[in-house]
T-cell receptor, first 115, second 115 residues
């Protein structure tokens, strides 16, 4: 099976712009989660989508939003970019089988630099 | 609330010597615990997981971890380090309820392997 894929891999934006990141989960996985990784804060949970519905949300401002499509692909949007949004954004998917439902498989990430 | 603490931010070993990366967890119930590895400029790769089955868990690349409830620990070990093991390692606990959840990450341990 192909793993989790994320596009683009690298992105440079300026303050005030908005950005959209894309994630395709492992085939058959219906849950997609997003995480932000920064040197100062480490890895933090942004949100989880399951069957096109946001199921869980971390402690991030409303500038961070997401959605999920019927094919389970997900997008994350950040509006009005700030310098502090520079980070590696990781997407993860998980299956729904009982033995595996808590295990998340990660993509390679999108590295966002805000200037 | 769940949490994990990685006791060492940096560990340095010589190639061929044992590796020990320490992790303590805090959980109000029997947790699901994971170790992930992140090589430079890469995403996160699952090394192993504990989900209340055997307390000694074997993972990929010769790594294993032992769940010790009395010590609230989940230390990662490998008998003999290889140069390719140099990476950042994350101890992770799953916070799960009502068929949704998120991963809570430790701050990471950087493993250096000297020739």
């Amino acid at each position: 099976k192909a793993g989790v894929t994320q596009t683009p891999r690298y992105l440079i934006k300026t303050r005030g712009q908005q950005v959209t990141l894309s994630c395709s989960p492992i085939s058959g996985h219906r849950s997609v989660s997003w995480y932000q990784q920064t040197p100062g804060q480490g890895l933090q949970f942004l949100f989880e989508y399951f069957s096109e519905t946001q199921r869980n949300k971390g402690n991030f401002p409303g500038r961070f939003s997401g959605r999920q499509f019927s094919n389970s692909r997900s997008e994350m949007n950040v509006s009005t970019l700030e310098l502090g949004d520079s980070a590696l954004y990781l997407c993860a998917s998980r299956g729904s089988g009982e033995s595996d439902q808590e295990t998340q498989y990660f993509g390679p990430g999108t590295r966002l630099l805000v200037l | 609330a769940q949490s994990v603490t990685q006791l060492d931010s940096h560990v340095s070993v010589s190639e061929g010597t044992p590796v020990l990366l320490r992790c303590n967890y805090s959980s109000s119930y029997s947790p699901s615990l994971f170790w992930y590895v992140q090589h430079p400029n890469k995403g996160l790769q699952l090394l192993l997981k504990y989900t209340s089955a055997a307390t000694l868990v074997k993972g990929i690349n010769g790594f294993e971890a032992e769940f010790k409830k009395s010590e609230t620990s989940f230390h990662l070990t490998k008998p003999s380090a290889h140069m390719s093991d140099a990476a950042e390692y994350f101890c992770v606990v799953s916070e799960w309820s009502s068929n949704t959840g998120k991963l809570i990450f430790g701050q990471g341990t950087t493993l250096q392997v000297k020739p």
